[in-house]
C-alpha cells in the first residue's frame, strides 16, 4: 500500500521553528520528493524539493534561507526543518513524491503520490 504520511505539524509563534517529516512507503524509484504548501483560497505552491540521487535542493523564493529539506534513506523519510517563521507561512503543508523525469518541480502535477497534509499555524 502506498504512502506518504506526513507529521510535525502544529501552532507557533512568528519567529519559532518547526520540523515536519514526510515517511514514504510502498513504493521504490522516486526521482524527487518535495514540500508544497496550501492556504486557504489560494493555490497549492511548491516550497521545497530535494532530488533524492544527488541531494540536490531547490527552494521557493519566499522560505530560502529559513527552510531546510533533507532525507534520511534509511528511514525512507524526508524532512522539512522551518525556522523564523512567519504568519504567512501558515497552511496546510504536503509532502509529494515525483518519478522518472517528473516535471518542473513546482508543478503539482509533477508528483504521483501525496500525503494527507499537516496543519502549521504560525501566529503573531
Known amino acids: 500500500q502506498v504512502q506518504l504520511v506526513e507529521s510535525g505539524g502544529g501552532s507557533v509563534q512568528a519567529g519559532g521553528s518547526l520540523r515536519l517529516s514526510c515517511v514514504a512507503s510502498g513504493f521504490t524509484g522516486t526521482t524527487y520528493m518535495a514540500w508544497f504548501r496550501q492556504a486557504p483560497g489560494k493555490e497549492r505552491e511548491g516550497v521545497a524539493v530535494i532530488f533524492i540521487s544527488y541531494r540536490t535542493t531547490f527552494y521557493a523564493g519566499s522560505v530560502k534561507g529559513r527552510f531546510t529539506i533533507s532525507q534520511d534513506n534509511a528511514k525512507n523519510t524526508v524532512y522539512l526543518q522551518m525556522s523564523s517563521l512567519k504568519v504567512e507561512d501558515t497552511a496546510m503543508y504536503y509532502c509529494?513524491?515525483?518519478?522518472?523525469?517528473?516535471?518542473?518541480?513546482?508543478?503539482?502535477?509533477?508528483?504521483?503520490?501525496w500525503g494527507q497534509g499537516t496543519q502549521v499555524t504560525v501566529s503573531s
Open positions: 509529494a513524491a515525483a518519478f522518472n523525469q517528473g516535471g518542473p518541480w513546482t508543478s503539482p502535477e509533477s508528483y504521483v503520490y
